[in-house]
Antibody, heavy 118, light 111 residues
Framework: EVQLVESGGDLVQPGGSLRLSCVASGFAFNKYWVTWLRQAPGKGLEWVANINGDGSDTRYVDSVKGRFTISRDNAKNSFYLQMSSLRGEDTAVYYC???????????WGQGALVIVSS | DIVMTQTPLSLSVTPGQPASISCKSSQSLLHSNGKTYLHWFLQKSGQSPQLLIYEVSSRFSGVPDRFSGSGSGTDFTLKISRVEAEDVGVYYCMQGIQSQTFGQGTRVEFK
């Protein structure tokens, strides 16, 4: 069974940093692109970043470029979102997902809440 | 950036009746490989989104056949042949041809 489990959500002050983790199981992790998305309170879904199977290709939405870094550790079946210079508008539930290809996000984690507030 | 526009934003349906949601993209989602990268998701209250339809019309594993997708180029439609209680939630279309962007979401509820 494919599973994705996020962790690391927390309350953080503006300008602060936080790292989210997503542990995958039930599939050949290194064969897939994986993705971070987010959903601000009461709002819709926003793609944040993704990374290919061997970690050589990463992509970001413009609003997080230079502040967020996506990475993966295939030996640990895990991928990460390092967030820095956090702003109030980064407050959201962050989801990890497996990309079957071209945005076919077939499996999602349960979400991790990040609150940026003083 | 590709903009996805859904209509309506809210839909009140009668159980057992059909429902339809439209999604339009600002650019064609047809790739040179012949595939069209338009997907549909449902987010039920308090849950993570779930994939319903991928590449316009293919149902994801376990998705009931009352859900169907159609369309081409820039115009797409999700149809539910007979809405059931478990279908209530917010539906999103999403394009995957150029990064990934979602529509605003369509909230489906019972009358």
């Amino acid at each position: 069974e494919v599973q994705l489990v996020e962790s690391g959500g927390d309350l953080v002050q503006p300008g602060g940093s936080l790292r989210l983790s997503c542990v995958a199981s039930g599939f050949a992790f290194n064969k897939y692109w994986v993705t971070w998305l987010r959903q601000a309170p009461g709002k819709g879904l926003e793609w944040v970043a993704n990374i290919n199977g061997d970690g050589s290709d990463t992509r970001y939405v413009d609003s997080v470029k230079g502040r967020f870094t996506i990475s993966r550790d295939n030996a640990k079946n895990s991928f990460y979102l390092q967030m820095s210079s956090l702003r109030g508008e980064d407050t959201a539930v962050y989801y990890c997902a497996r990309d079957e290809g071209w945005g076919r996000l077939g499996y999602w984690g349960q979400g991790a809440l990040v609150i940026v507030s003083s | 950036d590709i903009v996805m526009t859904q209509t309506p934003l809210s839909l009140s349906v009668t159980p057992g009746q059909p429902a339809s949601i439209s999604c339009k993209s600002s650019q064609s989602l047809l790739h040179s490989n012949g595939k069209t990268y338009l997907h549909w998701f449902l987010q039920k209250s308090g849950q993570s989104p779930q994939l319903l339809i991928y590449e316009v019309s293919s149902r994801f594993s376990g998705v009931p056949d009352r859900f169907s997708g159609s369309g081409s180029g820039t115009d797409f439609t999700l149809k539910i042949s007979r809405v059931e209680a478990e279908d209530v939630g917010v539906y999103y279309c999403m394009q995957g041809i150029q990064s990934q962007t979602f529509g605003q979401g369509t909230r489906v509820e019972f009358k």
